[in-house]
């Protein structure tokens, strides 16, 4: 089948939108932020990348809270104190992540909901999660606001800067990040997720 995703996301015979499906697997970003009145907030973010990796910049992207354009909070905090921290979402922790899903009011702190640690971070004002193996501490470089329909949510895409990076010392073998370790998580489509496991290497051909 063939469609233009501008007139309808779900033509027949599909029942869901079927971009996320296609697009993926796609890392989690697990974004911890702070608002001026220091309240913490720690939400999922599956729309996540790295954009460079010398100097090291990332990118999620979040939609509004509704259709009046209301923002998420993690956006509303990152407008307010320009700092926010991903933590790597792991299988060990697949139900915490999942459970900082849910919508709180903008007060509730989302490390107490679901029994995690906060631990200082090094250069940016909000905490990590400290039961995460690995923890990028990063400075807003610019948000991006996301053309979208007239009749759909707000978009916007924050870019950040990597001034800070965290490994858990059990997850290094010989030099390098061990990703069985690590043991990410990553989303599929719909409410599918999968998680690292197996891995194989190719080296780049020569020439």
Known sequence: MFFDPRKNVRPEPLSHNPFNALVAPRPI???????SKSCINLAPFSFYNAISSDPPYVMF???SKDEAGTPKDT????RQVPEFVINIASWELREAVNQTSKVYLADVNEFEQTGLTQVASHLVAPPRVGEAKAALECHVNRII?????SNGRERHMVIGEVVGIFISDDVIENGKVDASRLHQLSRLGYFEYDQVEDTFTM???EG
């Open 29 to 35: 970003a697990w974004v911890s932020s702070m608002d």
């Open 61 to 63: 992207a979040l939609g």
């Open 145 to 149: 606001n996301l053309p979208g329909k």
């Open 75 to 78: 956006l509303a905090n990152v």
């Open 203 to 205: 080296p780049r051909p």
